[in-house]
């Protein structure tokens, strides 16, 4: 039976130009002199280290979108749950270097008056238990939610009209200062992270050599996840639910597998996030954040995985750039472009590259026979 | 669980269900037996679809008994515990998963553990090789076992979709109308393969297409209004007067 082997071209390719990178940039930043045209300056390493962090999201979107057919609007919400746990663990690493200097309480709650720790911060000075939250509370969140949706059969629009809820809801949810994890505006201030200092360079190549890693490992997880008759089965799901049913398969248990594992693949991208922009506050739940990691998907290629790393990569690369040039017209820019792209590359970037390459082979063999080979086939 | 009160394979008894007031079933009793083939014929709004439906698990009826093997009560079951009792289900329109091999389609139906880890963690490589290639010469879709499932022809979908059935080893196989945009020839050779499968397997065909009803020369039920009008031979049912009413509007 022919299986997909994980490490087919597509999967090589990802995990060279990875491994490339996770090389190259601490060699152009750290070993070349400042003055060198190939010389990476020091704010690009952390900004290349948020769009691997947004390549990771948009891996976990494609995983069940692409995949399963589930369009979750509401997918920034497990990243920005993945950065608060990790950003607890670093405003517990500030001690008592905070402005009032309280050996315990961060500042924030020094200001609001608090006299002790809430309960759910215990635990979060130790970075083992941190990185376990990291997971556990997007993935218990997806698990809960889709256990919800997912019984009750909420499917295409209305399940990502109710995701979008969803992210509203805990946005507005960590704007009170009373939920105990800043309000506002949000963690930041951070010192150190298991001892290193966030601000130092090596910590920042650190941090991006990390990212990439993440990554890296995401793909793997998702290449083996749907290369695997699981993976069928989600595909099934997705081009004929009903049909998957009647053949005996629970429906419900795949749905909720692969939204919890997508659930913490998020986490661990938003986790890996924070301490490299230094912040994470409620904005990060925005509907708007969701709905733009779905645009990465779409731009790069849905249901392809590669498409998910480089359709971020591109929009984010694009966003950085638009927005030092032509500040005003980054959004129009963007709606266009998925527009552009839904009407005129339905298979995203990949799929347009791919057809390319295929076409160009096929004129290539077309001129080295001699005869056509259409014929000879007929 | 009780003893069997019924040692038919499938009991329906005085099952209704209504949508918005609309009777689709009306107090509808059928028994079919086990390795029996029973063609299920009627009218438009008969209530036929509805009846897979129940049996199916895909409706809940509001007021009836369906039991199968006469202990599994299949109001109170969903449609994969349904499945996994031995009942097989065709669609009207043919239903495959059209991004994936031939191969592939018949890989999933295969009679196999069906929860999420059970397939996470299992070899796809050597399981069940020899039992698609029996199904793909049944169907006779060997030479298509690469292809997607997508580029099929629409014969060769419903004979895709039947082997799916036949995979998933069940007892019970519920086809609706089969023979739907066939070609004559196609249609004789579904007929044929039809009786083969209710050699060791009860079959409920619905069909509108009397001459497939005829070849397949089994009992049928006339299904109108949600409730058994005519049960018999062919011959029999299309002598009834109330059948040659209902379909000819005299």
């Known amino acids: 039976m022919r299986t997909q082997s994980l490490f087919d071209r597509q999967t090589i390719i990802v995990l060279s130009l990875l491994a490339a990178s996770a090389i190259l940039v601490p060699a152009m930043n750290g070993l070349t002199s400042p003055e060198s045209a190939l010389h990476l300056s020091d704010h690009l390493v952390p900004l290349l280290g948020k769009y691997v962090c947004f390549a990771l999201l948009a891996l976990s979107v494609d995983l069940i979108w692409g995949f399963c057919g589930i369009l979750s609007l509401g997918h920034g919400a497990f990243f920005a749950l993945g950065g608060y746990a990790m950003g607890m663990y670093l405003m517990r690493q500030i001690g008592p270097r905070g402005a009032y200097a309280d050996p315990v309480l961060p500042d924030f709650m020094v200001f609001l008056n608090w006299k002790e720790l809430p309960w759910f911060w215990h635990g979060f000075d130790w970075f083992p238990f941190a990185a376990l939250m990291v997971l556990l509370v997007p993935g218990v969140l997806a698990f809960i939610f889709g256990w919800f949706a997912f019984r009750s059969r909420v499917t295409g629009v209305y399940f990502s009209i109710i995701t979008q809820a969803m992210t509203f809801a805990l946005m507005l949810a960590f704007f009170r200062n009373d939920m105990g994890l800043g309000g506002n505006n949000g963690l930041t201030d951070f010192k150190e992270i298991l001892g290193f200092s966030v601000q130092a360079k090596s910590t920042r190549i650190a941090l991006f050599v990390l990212s990439v890693l993440a990554l890296a490992g995401g793909y793997l997880l998702c290449r083996w996840v749907v290369g695997s008759k699981f993976g069928k089965v989600l595909v099934a799901v997705r081009d004929a639910e009903s049909r998957t049913r009647f053949l005996g398969y629970c429906v419900e248990h795949y749905k909720l597998a692969v939204f919890a594992l997508s659930a913490m693949l998020a986490g661990v991208a938003g986790a890996l996030y924070v301490p490299q922009v230094g912040i994470i506050n409620p904005s990060e739940f925005a509907p708007a954040n969701s709905i733009e990691v779905v645009i990465w998907v779409a731009v790069g290629g849905r249901g392809t995985l590669a498409g998910a790393i480089l359709g971020a990569l591109l929009v984010n690369a694009g966003k950085t750039w638009f927005t030092a040039v032509l500040p005003e017209f980054w959004l129009f820019a963007l709606g266009s472009l998925f527009v552009f792209v839904t009407l005129f590359m339905s298979r995203g970037v990949l799929g347009a590259v791919r057809d390319l390459w295929e076409h160009s082979n096929q004129k290539v063999r077309a001129r080295r026979s001699p005869q056509p080979i259409s014929h000879a086939a007929e | ?250």
């Open chain 2, 1 to 250: 669980m009780s003893a069997p009160i019924t040692p038919t394979l499938l009991y329906l008894d005085n099952v209704s269900v209504s949508f918005d007031g609309f009777r689709a079933l009306n107090a509808l009793s059928l028994a079919v037996d086990h390795a029996e083939m029973r063609a299920i014929i009627g009218p438009n709004g008969a209530g036929k679809t509805t009846m897979m439906d129940v049996i199916t698990g895909k409706t809940k009826p509001n007021e009836g008994t369906a039991l199968y093997e006469g202990t599994h009560d299949l109001t109170s079951l969903d449609e994969a515990a349904i499945a996994e009792l031995g009942i097989g289900r065709k669609f009207q329109t043919p239903t495959v998963f059209e991004m994936h091999t031939v191969e592939d389609n018949l890989l999933l139906a295969l009679k196999n553990k069906r929860g999420p880890l059970a397939t996470l963690f299992s070899g796809i490589a050597a399981q069940g090789r020899e039992r698609i290639d029996v199904l793909l010469e049944r169907v006779r879709l060997t030479a298509q076992r690469h292809r997607r499932a997508g580029e099929l022809s629409h014969g060769q979908k419903q004979w895709l979709e039947i082997g799916m059935l036949l995979a998933q080893e069940p007892k019970l196989l519920l086809i609706d109308e089969p023979a739907a945009g066939m070609t004559d020839y196609e249609t004789a050779d579904t007929a044929d393969l039809l009786r083969d499968i209710a050699r060791s397997k009860a079959v409920i065909v619905v069909e509108h297409d009397m001459t497939f009803v005829r070849e397949l020369g089994v009992k049928v039920t006339c299904l109108h209004e949600g409730s058994v009008l005519a049960e018999g031979s062919l011959d029999a049912v299309s002598a009834n007067e109330r059948v040659v009413e209902v379909y000819l509007g005299r």
